[in-house]
């Protein structure tokens, strides 16, 4: 199935689907009309919230703009509905008569007493009489409805059965000749602009595109917009609005990975096995998110969501933990990032959910590594946290966030760029951590085959990269032991970045003054001093005294090697409760 034919598929089980022809969006005021068009009060819809955040209601679908001006039909914003803006309008005054000159035509034969005191109103209206106290600056640029006065409490003017049933006649003359539409292989009039995509993280505010044609390298035979590819108007609006939807912070849909807004569904003819399946990848991706998704959802047993997760984590099968979600529930991911005036589809996955699972438990098993992170099981987008200059989101390199998530869904070889970007953030900052440690083992899994990738300290490894960057562990724990706090910079400070990539430049050297340091330690510490030098002789037995024990160089994947082998050392030294006198 298609990204927009499963999409189309999720419109039809939305719960609250707003109908075709209309859309969801966000109302500021109401202006309550008498009959003769006369303005009774202005009514303030916004909520409580610290942020005054708009109502959420249903009107007559927002025409798409771009350059042009197009009024929105019984709505709009203050520039349009009132001729008055908080910029610098320069183009407010048209826009206003458009508003004015658009319903004039539209409500010109309409003899709905509700209409005629809109139309009333229109006509008497000025921009200057715009002042408090009945208009308030808040107003200005905040989207705008109508309702006449005595019916404030049941119904707003566009749903007046009049407008509605004025709005779809409106809608049926300006749709083109029937096609077959590409998505739904049902014949119907055609979307020329399909609908305006919103809340994509770094993408205009006001909406982008997912499908247009808006350029003559874009267009066939002559085809316009549209036409190129046949797509009813009502799968346009069906995709759109489910994309919408799913986007809303709050929708319960959308995980933001790196720069790729992730949406997610479940298709199920079973809507509870669907919202369940929905529930557990958001916590899977996301454990932060986990107690909030369960609670805010009475459908569910808390405590039964919380233990079958834990099964899952804990490597157990979806078909024993959960039967009923291994088979027969379809899931689809969809990873946005914006693209100028356009969305890219960074990645677009569909497959059963037990297949999910079991990848995702696959990429758990190569992340594993002890000891752990301090926080417990981090979520995927602390780990791209550890790829940005700074710790920013805004700096994790665009490409890799949506590439790695990818290859976590399929279970196939990671971005090798996952491990240079590594890499280069290690030798840039010197902070070998275990949430870094843990993506350089998993890489060297799935690219490199390196299925005895140690989760723990492997003393008996003999991989001349791994062995190095114990010994460098080593290294770095007798200069402080001989050093103390006095030190300004550690060696892994230093010479970490050259002790990893081109090993035989510094070894030596630092070989040299482990011993000096040693000579140091005996003096006041001589059995330390000789369990130091024992542990050192221990590692450097490992190298391959056949071959340079210090090579030239190390390729990447031996500084992944070399990066694990530091970490498990360095750490076992922190947790060896036989060697207490180890600076912590």
Excluded at 188 to 200: E, F, M, N, T, W
Excluded at 545 to 560: D, I, M, T
């Amino acid at each position: 199935m298609s990204m927009l034919a499963s999409l189309v598929r999720a419109y039809d089980r939305l719960p609250d689907a707003p109908p075709f022809g209309f859309s969801t969006e966000k109302i500021g005021f109401c202006v309550l009309l008498n009959a003769d068009g006369s303005v009774a009060s202005v009514e303030d819809l916004r909520g409580d919230d610290r942020k005054r955040s708009p109502r959420m209601l249903l009107v007559p679908q927002a025409v798409k703009r771009t350059a042009g001006i197009a009024p929105n039909f019984l709505w709009d914003k203050s520039a349009y509905v009132l001729g008055v803006t908080a910029g610098d309008g320069k183009r407010t005054a048209e826009e206003h008569a458009a508003f004015r000159a658009r319903h004039a035509e539209w409500l010109a034969e309409i003899d709905d007493p509700g209409l005629r005191a809109f139309l009333r109103f229109l006509d008497g209206w000025r921009p200057d009489a715009f002042a408090p106290p009945l208009w308030r600056d808040e107003m200005r640029d905040q989207n705008i409805v109508f309702a006449l006065a005595e019916e404030y409490r049941e119904r707003f003017l566009h749903e007046r059965p009049a407008a509605r049933a004025l709005w779809r006649r409106l809608g049926a003359e300006g749709a083109s000749d029937p096609q077959v539409c590409l998505v739904t292989g049902e014949p119907g009039p055609v979307a020329r602009l399909h609908p305006s995509i919103k809340g994509v993280w770094g993408a205009q505010s006001s909406g982008a595109s997912l499908v247009s044609f808006n350029l003559d390298a874009f267009e066939s035979y002559g085809h316009d917009q549209g036409d190129n590819a046949p797509v009813s108007e009502a799968a346009a609006f069906a995709y759109g609005t489910v994309l919408n939807r799913y986007l809303d912070k709050n929708s319960g849909h959308r995980i933001q990975i790196g720069d790729a807004s992730t949406v997610f569904w479940a298709d199920c003819s079973d809507m509870n096995l669907a919202a369940e399946a929905e529930v557990f990848f958001a916590a899977l991706l996301d454990s932060a998110s986990e107690e909030k998704l369960v609670a805010e959802d009475e459908r569910f047993e808390t405590a039964k969501i919380q233990s079958r997760l834990d099964a899952i984590r804990s490597g157990q099968r979806l078909s024993r933990v959960a039967p009923e979600l291994a088979e027969g529930v379809r899931f689809h991911i969809l990873g946005l990032a914006p693209n100028a005036a356009r969305l890219s589809v960074r990645f677009y996955w569909q497959d059963d959910f037990g297949r999910l699972t079991g990848n995702f438990q696959q990429y758990l098993a190569d992340m594993a590594i002890d000891p752990p992170p301090r926080d417990g099981w981090p979520p995927l987008w602390r780990y791209l946290l550890e790829l940005a200059s700074q710790g920013k989101r805004e700096n994790v390199p665009p490409l890799i966030a949506g590439e790695w998530l990818r290859a976590i869904l399929t279970g196939t070889a990671y971005p090798l760029t996952l491990l240079s970007t590594v890499l280069m953030r290690m030798r840039a900052d010197g902070e070998i951590n275990a949430l870094r440690c843990a993506m350089l083992k998993s890489v060297l899994i799935r690219n490199f085959h390196y299925k005895e990738a140690p989760v723990a300290l492997d003393p008996t490894s003999r991989d001349t990269g791994y062995v190095l960057g114990r010994l460098f562990a080593v290294y770095e724990n007798i200069q402080r032991a001989a050093l103390g706090k006095s030190v300004n910079a550690t060696i892994r400070d230093k010479f970490y970045g050259s002790a990893s990539s081109t090993p035989a430049r510094v070894f030596g050297s630092l070989a040299g003054n482990a011993f000096n340091h040693l000579a140091r330690i005996r003096k006041d510490k001589p059995a330390f001093a000789h369990y130091l030098q024992a542990e050192l002789q221990e590692i450097a037995n490992l190298l391959d005294v056949s071959k340079e024990p210090f090579p030239a160089s190390l390729s990447q994947e031996a500084q992944a090697k070399f990066a694990l082998g530091y970490y498990h050392q360095a750490s076992f030294r922190k947790h060896d409760d036989k060697t207490p006198e180890v600076s912590q």
